[in-house]
């Protein structure tokens, strides 16, 4: 079957600290894996993503690997802000359409 | 840019009567999802239309909801009788195309319902 697993939060660290959050997950054929984050009261937008082994998604200092050996796709920030502050959403896209998304995890950031 | 539109933001009702949502996708996209979302949860896959067409509707509770795309473009879904525990944000999501690799979803605003 298809699923992610992600580390429970909430996380929380200080203004430029070094942020990650783990996701990993189990799915049939070659997936694509995504990150997505949701701000309070708002719906969930893309951050990054990676369709193939080895292939780093990144944005807005945010960066992901995907590891086919490791069934990985963990979330690293080299230096978080307190605009990060959201939850984010690992989720992986099979090759059927179909999404299946983590429970979330939720990052504050204190000045 | 374009954007996916849902209606209402915000739903209050009471326990039994009926509430409805409505979903505009962005144009061209052929796949729409609705996604139901307690707080505190990631969202959970209620129904996902191909076109106008239901490609997968499992974790749908058939017996209280329905989800309608008669034309292949906008959607709705509906809740007849709402129940304490349908309280929850709904979010409508559209994707360009079936099977891809990398089609990410694009998610509306959501449609948070609050059942008295």
């Known amino acids: 079957g298809n699923s992610v697993t992600q580390m429970e939060g909430p996380v929380t660290l200080s203004e430029e600290a070094f942020l990650t959050i783990n996701c990993t997950y189990t799915a049939t054929g070659y997936p694509s894996l995504f990150w997505y984050v949701q701000y309070p009261g708002e719906g969930l937008q893309l951050l990054l993503k990676?369709?193939?082994?080895?292939d780093k998604g990144s944005n807005k200092g945010f960066e992901a690997t995907y590891r086919k050996e490791t069934t990985s796709f963990h979330l690293e920030k080299g230096s978080v802000q307190v605009s990060d502050s959201a939850v984010y959403f690992c989720?992986?896209?099979?090759?059927?359409?179909?999404?299946?998304f983590g429970t979330g995890t939720s990052l504050t950031v204190i000045p | 840019e374009a954007e996916v539109a849902q209606s209402p933001r915000y739903k209050i009702t009471e326990k039994s009567q009926a509430v409805a949502f409505w979903c505009d996708p962005i144009?061209?996209?052929?796949?729409l999802y609705w996604y139901r979302q307690i707080l505190g949860q990631g969202p959970e896959l209620l129904v996902q239309?191909?076109?106008?067409?239901?490609?997968?509707d499992s974790q749908l509770p058939k017996d209280r909801f329905s989800a309608e795309r008669l034309k292949g473009v906008d959607s709705t879904l509906k809740i007849q009788p709402a129940e304490l525990g349908d309280s929850a944000m709904y979010l409508c999501?559209?994707?360009?195309?079936?099977?891809?690799?990398?089609?990410?979803?694009?998610f509306g605003p959501g449609t948070r319902l609050t059942v008295l």
């Open positions: 144009s061209g996209h052929a796949t």
């Open positions: 999501a559209s994707s360009f195309s079936g099977g891809a690799a990398g089609n990410e979803q694009f």
């Open positions: 239309f191909q076109d106008e067409s239901v490609v997968d």
């Open positions: 989720a992986l896209l099979n090759t059927g359409n179909q999404f299946y």
């Open positions: 990676a369709t193939k082994a080895d």
